[in-house]
């Protein structure tokens, strides 16, 4: 091996190219460790919570806060479908403009599995709560009272004679502003442009 | 979270045993007159117009009556939740009446449900009803 002058200022310049020449390999290993906190945190967060990600544009209102629990349902409108998303993930969708409850046969099906469950669960535990049995509905503001009817008539079948509608609450951080907001958006009208309802009388389900 | 009932209906159809048990009685459950869904419980159509309310029968069996259902009319399409609570409490007064303990609500189809939402809230927020029945509840 020569160790001369020369050949050091070879390696010495070679090693300098290679510290100057960026390694690519380097972020990925950060990148990968971020994207496997942002699945876990995709999926726990989901879980924990199901209103993440909710669809529904839900009507700002100071009702009264009832006890979490229950069986929480999101129902919106997209592409003339009106679409419910459950608190386990499942989802069901039907024409907007139905008039019988055909197509909600899948939905008073899983909603029997649900009951069946509870049931279940009340005779081994020798107990059930109220709030357990409560159907909350997240309903969007822009879905008419024909929508929601088939829902409705779904839960009496099914045997759920509790249900509430979900609302959310301006936090009174600035209450100049949140009171002006909140009076912006109970006062609405039935003949709302939001509300489209010239349109709702000659074409049903139109969005 | 603004809340609402479906009435469960009891079966009474069983014949009375001697001595005049009903069937609640014998299961020791007490029949709570006042949370029945009958010919009193009051009804309450929104329409895009107007309010109207009166008992049950005034909308069914009675339904040609002109006399026995009011009409609250909307303020430049905005219901009058407030006028509707005082103008009830004012009929129950002059009916010499209560006011159920319970209430139809029937929305018409084309009402927005923020609209519904908003009266149902208010319905209860008058303290008047213990439980509101959507119509559709009502099979």
Do not use: C
């Not at chain 1, 876990?40 to 006890?67: E, F, K, V, Y």
């Not at chain 1, 909600?104 to 049931?119: D, P």
């Not at chain 2, 929305?107 to 119509?135: C, S, W, Y």
């Amino acid at each position: 091996m020569n160790y001369g002058p020369q050949n050091f200022k070879q390696r010495a310049s070679a090693l300098k190219e290679r510290l100057r020449a960026p390694e690519k390999w380097l972020l990925l290993p950060s990148l990968l460790s971020f994207a496997f906190v942002l699945i876990l945190t995709g999926h726990l967060l989901s879980g924990l919570n199901p209103r993440i990600g909710n669809q529904a544009d839900i009507l700002s209102l100071d009702a009264p806060s009832l006890p979490e629990g229950g069986l929480w349902l999101s129902v919106y409108p997209k592409s003339s479908m009106v679409h419910v998303s459950t608190f386990d993930g499942k989802m069901f969708s039907w024409p907007a403009d139905t008039n019988n409850l055909k197509p909600l046969l899948e939905f008073k099906a899983y909603l029997e599995g649900v009951v069946s469950e509870l049931a279940s669960q009340a005779v081994i535990a020798k107990f059930i709560s109220n709030n357990q049995t409560r159907v909350v509905l997240s309903v969007d503001q822009h879905l008419r009272y024909f929508h929601i009817r088939p829902i409705i008539q779904v839960l009496s079948i099914v045997g759920l004679d509790s249900y509430a509608f979900e609302t959310k609450v301006f936090k009174s951080v600035d209450v100049a502003s949140s009171q002006s907001q909140g009076e912006q958006s109970s006062d609405k009208t039935i003949d709302d442009p939001k509300n489209n309802v010239e349109d709702q009388s000659t074409d049903e389900g139109v969005f | 979270m603004v809340s609402a009932k479906i009435p469960v209906a009891i079966n009474t159809t069983a014949t009375k045993t001697a001595g005049g048990l009903s069937l609640e009685t014998n299961l020791n459950r007490k029949a709570d007159i006042v949370n029945y869904v009958g010919d009193d419980t009051l009804a309450i159509v929104l329409t895009r117009k107007a309010f109207y309310f009166g008992p049950t029968s005034s909308f069914t069996k009675d339904f040609s009556n002109v006399r026995n259902k009011y009409y609250v009319e909307h303020l430049d399409g905005a219901p009058q939740l407030d006028l509707l609570a005082t103008t009830m409490k004012l009929w129950a007064k002059a009916e010499r009446r209560a006011l159920s303990k319970q209430v139809i609500f029937i929305p018409t189809p084309e009402i927005p449900m923020p609209i519904v939402i908003q009266t149902m809230a208010k319905l209860k927020e008058a303290k008047f009803f213990d439980n509101i029945v959507l119509g559709s509840g009502l099979i």
